[in-house]
C-alpha cells in the first residue's frame, strides 16, 4: 500500500473528554468531604444525555480539602491527553457558588478572543457548567449551603500541553479541560477543529487583518519568511481545510493566504475539504491530466500515473517544464473562493517538502 493511500481500520472504541474526567473527580471528592463516602466508581449525566460509569484512580483527603485523580481513556482517538492523570482538588466555601483555578498542568488564558476571560484557567464553559451542575446537586443532597472551590490539575500536562495548540492560543502552563458532549470520538477531530475556530477568533480579536491558513511545520516556516506574519496569524490547520474556509466565510478577515505542501494541495485542489489519508488518496490519474492541460506528453502522463507519490510527479514536470505546481494553485484559489467572500483577498502557496515554492496563485494570476 502507497503511503498516501487511505487506510481503514474496524469499529473504534469511543472515549471520554478532559470535562467528564474533571466532573467525575470533582464530585468524587467533594462526596468525600460531605458525606465521608470513598467512591472507587461513578456515573455522571452528560450533557446531550447519557450517563458512564468512571472509575476514581486515587481519593484523599487532606483535612480542609479532598483529592480525586482518574485517568483519562479517549478510547482509540490519539489524544495527547490519553492515559494522563487529571486530578481536581476541592475546598469547601461558606460562601455558595462554585469557584475555578488552574492546578499544576492546566494552563491559564493570556490573550483575548477565547470563550473565556484573560486570567481565567482554561476550564472551557460545558465542563465548568458539567461540574457545577454535579456539585450543587450534591449540595442540595448533603443539606450544604456553602460552595465550592474547585482545581484542576493534570500530571505533566505542561509538558503534554506542548504536542497541543494551546500555546499558539496564548494558553500558557498547561492543558485545557475541554468538551462539549463529554464524549471523545475516535479521529473525529473536534477538539482539532475547535482549535482551527479558536485560532481565527484569537486573530480577529486582536485586530490581525491578514490571516495564513497552514498544513504544518514547513508552511508555519514559509509563510513567516515569505510574509512575516506572526504566530497568531498562522492557523495551523491539517487536513482540514473545509473546515477552517467554512469558519472564515463566518468570520472573515480581509486578506487570506493558503499555504499548503504539494500533495494535500492536489487532494484540496481535486475537491476534498479533509485531506487526511484516512478520507483520501493522492489521485495521480487526476494529476496526469492536470498536466495535460498543460501540454505535458503521453510519456510523461504515463509516468505521472505510475509515479509512488505526489512529490514525484512534481520532479517529473518540473523537469519538462510543465507548470503542475501554478496549476494546482489556481484550482485550489477557485476553491477557496467557493467559500470565501470575493472581496477578500486571497493567495494560495504550494510548496515542496524542502519549503520552496513550487506554485502560485492570486486572483491576479488567474487566466
Given at each position: 500500500m502507497r503511503p498516501e493511500t487511505p487506510e481503514y481500520r474496524g469499529p473504534l472504541r469511543t472515549g471520554l473528554t478532559t470535562g467528564a474526567c474533571a466532573t467525575?473527580?470533582?464530585?468524587?471528592?467533594?462526596?468525600l468531604l460531605l458525606t465521608g463516602k470513598r467512591t472507587t466508581a461513578l456515573t455522571i449525566r452528560l450533557p446531550r444525555g447519557g450517563e458512564p460509569?468512571?472509575?476514581?484512580?486515587d481519593l484523599m483527603c487532606t483535612g480542609d480539602s479532598a483529592i480525586a485523580g482518574i485517568i483519562k481513556d479517549a478510547g482509540d482517538d490519539p489524544d495527547a491527553t490519553h492515559g494522563a492523570r487529571l486530578w481536581v482538588e476541592i475546598r469547601?466555601?461558606?460562601?455558595?457558588?462554585?469557584?475555578?483555578?488552574?492546578?499544576?498542568?492546566?494552563?491559564?488564558?493570556?490573550?483575548?478572543?477565547?470563550?473565556?476571560?484573560?486570567?481565567?484557567?482554561?476550564?472551557?464553559?460545558?465542563?465548568?457548567?458539567?461540574?457545577?451542575?454535579?456539585?450543587?446537586?450534591?449540595?442540595?443532597?448533603?443539606?450544604?449551603?456553602?460552595?465550592?472551590r474547585v482545581t484542576v490539575g493534570v500530571d505533566n500536562g505542561e509538558k503534554i500541553a506542548l504536542r497541543t495548540m494551546n500555546g499558539r492560543l496564548g494558553i500558557?502552563?498547561?492543558?485545557?479541560?475541554l468538551g462539549t458532549t463529554g464524549i471523545v470520538r475516535p479521529f473525529?477531530?473536534?477538539?482539532?477543529?475547535?482549535?482551527?475556530?479558536?485560532?481565527?477568533?484569537v486573530a480577529r480579536a486582536n485586530g490581525l487583518t491578514h490571516l495564513a491558513g497552514c498544513t504544518g511545520g514547513t508552511s508555519e516556516l514559509f509563510v513567516s519568511r515569505q510574509y512575516g506574519l506572526s504566530e497568531m496569524a498562522i492557523v495551523e490547520m491539517g487536513d482540514f481545510f473545509g473546515a477552517l474556509l467554512k469558519y472564515l466565510r463566518r468570520n472573515s478577515v480581509?486578506?487570506?493566504t493558503l499555504v499548503s505542501g504539494f500533495g494535500k494541495l492536489s487532494?484540496?485542489?481535486?475537491?476534498?475539504?479533509?485531506?487526511?489519508?484516512?478520507?483520501?488518496?493522492?489521485?495521480?490519474?487526476?494529476?496526469?491530466?492536470?498536466?495535460?492541460?498543460?501540454?505535458?506528453?503521453?510519456?510523461?502522463q504515463a509516468m505521472i500515473s505510475r509515479s509512488n507519490t505526489s512529490i514525484e510527479t512534481l520532479g517529473y514536470c518540473q523537469q519538462a517544464g510543465i507548470p503542475?505546481?501554478?496549476?494546482?494553485?489556481?484550482?485550489?484559489?477557485?476553491?477557496?473562493?467557493?467559500y470565501l467572500p470575493a472581496d477578500i483577498e486571497v493567495a494560495v502557496c504550494a510548496i515542496d517538502r524542502g519549503g520552496e515554492l513550487v506554485g502560485y496563485a492570486d486572483r491576479a494570476t488567474q487566466p
Open positions: 467525575a473527580a470533582s464530585l468524587a471528592a467533594a462526596r460509569e468512571m472509575t476514581i484512580a469547601l466555601l461558606q460562601r455558595p457558588g462554585v469557584e475555578f483555578a488552574a492546578g499544576a498542568g492546566v494552563g491559564t488564558v493570556t490573550r483575548k478572543g477565547l470563550s473565556l476571560a484573560v486570567g481565567e484557567p482554561a476550564i472551557n464553559p460545558v465542563p465548568r457548567q458539567m461540574i457545577t451542575e454535579h456539585l450543587q446537586q450534591l449540595a442540595e443532597e448533603a443539606d450544604f449551603t456553602g460552595g465550592f500558557i502552563g498547561g492543558l485545557s479541560v473525529s477531530c473536534a477538539a482539532y477543529i475547535a482549535s482551527i475556530h479558536q485560532s481565527v477568533d480581509p486578506r487570506f487532494k484540496f485542489a481535486a475537491g476534498h475539504p479533509d485531506t487526511h489519508s484516512r478520507k483520501c488518496a493522492i489521485d495521480l490519474p487526476w494529476l496526469a491530466r492536470q498536466a495535460a492541460a498543460l501540454g505535458a506528453t503521453e510519456a510523461l503542475l505546481g501554478d496549476r494546482l494553485a489556481q484550482l485550489a484559489l477557485a476553491r477557496v473562493y467557493a
